[in-house]
């Protein structure tokens, strides 16, 4: 069945509640709400389950994410869960998923997540529907979804927003590539459509708009 079980990062005391979108800069602001719970001393757990049982006892908390456009989030998600990755963690994620191997190349994987394996009722938290992992089809609001790609200036404004130190989320893990769209070289028109059909729903929820290919 869909996996929704990314992290999540909750404080009783500051109220907070961050859910986790994988390849959405997860590294960045888990480290970053770490370092803020410990200079200004409070509570910070970190959670691994579905995002159904954060559906209700929340409403009170400030709910933020952040989300990636599916183009880049889905070429990230090739290059580390495909191809540069150890044996025992492809055994991992193709287990019980036929047609996904470690030789596929970037149009074969597209193609796989456009088909019957890769569909989201079934699909691994990494490659599954954003607005699934954050649990909108179930209703759940948040005060804030951030980009991505406007990362370093909304997680500046968030530090203000929370009274939190300006330099928690200083420290950028796994940061994307110098060229924010390198990504679209490994594309053309046919890949594009694809993967705006596959993930129609975040483009319509986050408001991403079809990318051009680079050649």
Known sequence: KLDRR???VASKKQKVLCVIVPKCGSRTLIAGLLNAANELKFDANIYERD????QFGYDDFFRFSFVRNPWSRVYSCYVQKIKNTSP?????HFNGRPGLHADMSFP???AWLCGPNGVDEIADRHWA?????LGLDLGIKYDLIGKVEAMNAELTSLCERMDWPADSFSERRN?????PNAFLRHYDDHLIDLVAKRYAEDINYFGYERPVPLK
Do not use: G, P, R
């Open 6 to 8: 990314s992290e999540k």
């Open 51 to 54: 995002i159904t049982h954060f």
């Open 88 to 92: 025992i963690k492809q055994a991992l």
């Open 108 to 110: 074969d994987f597209v």
């Open 129 to 133: 529907s954003q607005y699934l992992i």
């Open 175 to 179: 940061a994307t590539d110098v060229d």
